[in-house]
């Protein structure tokens, strides 16, 4: 495999300084927040980098559980960090959260023991790669659905209540919110599933196969990734949707945005 440098990767950041300053010459509103990504983005997989090399030679179990930990942590923060209007008292990191270790770390941990099974089960070569692209892509399509249902439901916080009224259910009255939440939601995956192989070459199998690995069985895992990340996302959001629902009413099945705040 050839081996890139840290001039390469300086060389690449300046075209990336570039494309930010073409942006913003064009009313890009948030350079500085790309900025402050891309520098995050970095930094933090440097860390991460040094820390996988150490677990991974470790192979110790406690050092995989602290990591997933971790990673599943950041990723209800992001989710908490993505909405327009979130619940009180962290209550979208927790509905993330939940949705989260209810499919994606299901699946993965389902994934080791039956399909791939390593020796040992939780090698970090396998489960922590295997997690993380696996939340990468249900934290993202978990955001969206929360975000899109919460929004809306503030802004057309009198026709829920005009539905309510006339005595439909609060699953009633939230029936076109949640559709158009899943919609939104789900369109990447669709996206990323009918695009693959054809328009783009997904990032694992990429990785594979500039590592050398045969193409056929980069394909394979590739597939198998695929089917995971559809799987998760769908039932994760499926799952953040109706506990997000459940917080926005009460048992009298009465609507209450008092419970959302406006995130800064």
């Not at 959260?97 to 023991?113: D, F, R």
């Not at 249900?138 to 439901?153: D, K, R, V, Y």
């Amino acid at each position: 495999m050839i081996t890139l440098t840290y001039w390469d990767l300086a060389g690449l950041s300046v075209i990336t300084l570039l494309a930010g300053g073409l942006l913003f010459l064009n009313g890009f509103d948030h350079t500085r927040q790309l900025a402050v990504a891309a520098v995050r983005m970095v930094v933090q997989l440097l860390l991460m980098g040094v820390w996988l090399s150490w677990v991974f030679y470790s192979e110790s179990l406690l050092l995989v559980v602290l990591v997933s930990l971790i990673m599943m942590l950041f990723a209800g923060y992001e989710i908490l960090k993505r909405q327009t209007w979130r619940f009180r008292k962290l209550g979208s990191f927790w509905v993330g959260l939940m949705s989260l270790s209810m499919t994606a770390l299901v699946l993965t941990l389902g994934t080791l023991t039956l399909i791939i099974e390593p020796d040992p089960w939780f090698q970090p070569q396998y489960a922590i790669p295997l997690l993380g692209m696996i939340l990468g892509n249900s934290m993202t399509a978990i955001g969206l659905g929360l975000n899109t249902l919460t929004q809306n439901a503030v802004q057309q916080k009198d026709a829920i209540e005009a539905q309510l009224a006339l005595g439909k259910s609060a699953k009633e009255s939230m029936a076109f919110l949640k559709r158009q939440s899943l919609h939104t939601a789900l369109i990447p995956v669709v996206n990323m599933l009918a695009a693959a192989g054809v328009v783009s070459l997904p990032g694992m199998m990429t990785g594979q196969i500039l590592a050398g690995v045969d193409p056929i069985e980069a394909v394979k895992y590739q597939i198998m990734i695929m089917f995971l990340v559809a799987t998760s996302t769908a039932t994760g959001v499926m799952i953040a949707l109706w506990l997000a629902q459940k917080r926005l009413f009460d048992p009298r099945e009465r609507l209450l945005t008092a419970h959302l705040v406006k995130n800064h």
